[in-house]
């Protein structure tokens, strides 16, 4: 029986990455054999097992055979004569397909064993397939499109690309459960630049089956006093790499992802300008986060920016009323963590054009200032001097906050 560590762990071993986590392949051995060793058995669809003292996972080496469509089309075989160059083949990507033996402390031993030349293309910056089993399983394009945002200045091998788009023209992409897809797509918004995940996405076809909304604004022009050199696709990649390069939450960068959605619809006769974008944009997010099964947190953050955005950017224009409506709507006094993140994803998106990059932002000042004011508001005085005319106290409380407001802007 012997120990490898494979994939990820060694790819960034190489690269001088930090390394979290590992990844273990044990050949030679049966699950009886494991189990009286004190690995504890934990796997579904094929032998994993945790380690006694570490509690990390442990795989018996394994093939695999596609048997159906899809994700969960898959019969895997695990023996003791498989070998981890069996193993490694059936792996994504040449540069996860590599492997260092484990000596019986933990520690790593012996060379990098690389059966792919995933070595080569980690110095040539490719993502290349390890094999032709690449083809059998849709997940892999969502993982290379996220690795891509993690490390951006990597390119698709041709080939791989090539047999990327015969998977989409094939249709396996729309096999994929809603959960993996945002799964992989969650993940790959939180990396270094999520554009190039998209990028990835859109030049296999693939953008256009699993995010059919966001592929459809590339094209579409931009107004004229923005950056009519960039259409709101590119816009959009842009706002969603300045919410990255601020580190920004999912939910902020999800909702940088999708503000702008209806801007697509836009008629033809309206173009560049795009009345109304918000409200259509809302139509269209609010199916998209049911298919993919969105998390409430990235969903209603998103539905806010999407319905709020255009009104932040005339926010400088804006009366104490008109400010505290917003608040309403946004239920920003009761929610003011959240309404921060909205403001965080309009800023993003004021800034995500060229020549905006390091543009000021005091709409979100003004708006933090007036909320401040707005919140010191004591509802329960307000509702008791209306004793015995209840139907008063919700104009009497908003008009308290409204004054409250203006005399905090007017002292600016």
């Known amino acids: 029986m012997k120990i490898y560590a494979v994939g990820g762990a060694i790819r960034d071993e190489l690269l001088g990455m930090p390394v979290s986590d590992r990844d273990y392949v044990v050949v030679g051995a049966t699950p009886e054999q494991m189990v009286a060793q004190g690995f504890r058995p934990v796997g579904k669809d094929f032998p994993v097992f945790l380690h006694p003292q570490t509690q990390e996972e442990y ?5 695999e055979r596609k048997t159906a469509a899809g994700y969960h089309g898959f019969q ?10 069996e193993d490694l083949a059936r792996r994504d990507l040449t540069i996860n397909a590599m492997a260092r033996e484990v000596r019986p402390d933990g520690e790593l031993t012996g060379p990098v064993i690389d059966p792919f030349n995933g070595q080569a293309d980690l110095r040539s910056r490719v993502f290349r397939h390890a094999g032709e089993a690449f083809v059998e399983d849709p997940v892999r394009i969502l993982r290379l499109a996220r690795f891509a945002a993690r490390f951006h ?3 698709v091998a041709p080939e791989t690309l090539a047999l990327m788009k015969t998977m989409v023209a094939a249709g396996e992409v729309d096999a994929l459960v809603a959960e993996r897809v945002w799964q992989e797509v969650s993940r790959g918004l ?6 190039r995940m998209f990028s990835v996405l859109r030049e296999c076809g693939a953008l256009a089956r699993i995010l059919p909304e966001v592929d459809d604004l590339f094209g579409v022009p931009q107004r004229a006093d923005y950056h009519p050199e960039v259409d709101t696709g ?5 706002v969603v790499d300045h919410a990255a390069a601020q580190g920004y939450t999912l939910p902020v960068r999800f909702a940088a992802l999708t503000h ?7 008629p033809e006769d309206v173009l560049p300008r795009h009345i109304g974008h918000e409200g259509r944009s809302v139509d269209l997010l609010e199916p998209l986060c049911d298919r993919l099964r969105v998390p409430n947190e990235c969903r209603e953050l998103a539905m806010l920016v999407a319905r709020e955005h255009g009104n932040i950017h005339r926010v400088m224009e804006m009366g104490a009323a008109a400010l505290v409506r917003l608040f309403e709507r946004s239920d920003a006094l009761r929610k003011p963590a959240r309404f921060a993140e909205f403001l965080q994803a309009c800023e993003a998106d004021a800034r995500g054009r060229l020549g905006f990059e390091a543009r000021a932002f005091p709409e ?12 010191s508001v004591d509802a329960g005085a307000v509702a008791q001097a209306c004793a015995g005319q209840p139907e008063r106290i919700k104009e009497a409380v908003h008009q308290a906050r409204v004054a409250a407001v203006a005399e905090a802007l007017g002292a600016k």
């Open 76 to 85: 895997f075989f695990y023996a003791p004569d498989v070998t981890l160059e």
């Open 59 to 63: 795989a018996l080496a394994r093939t």
């Open 153 to 155: 200045d990597f390119t």
């Open 234 to 238: 590119v816009h959009v990649m842009m």
């Open 190 to 195: 939180m990396e270094k630049k999520p554009s």
């Open 364 to 375: 979100a000042a003004r708006l933090r200032d007036a909320l401040i004011a707005a919140r």
């Open 260 to 266: 702008d959605l209806g801007k697509a619809t836009t």
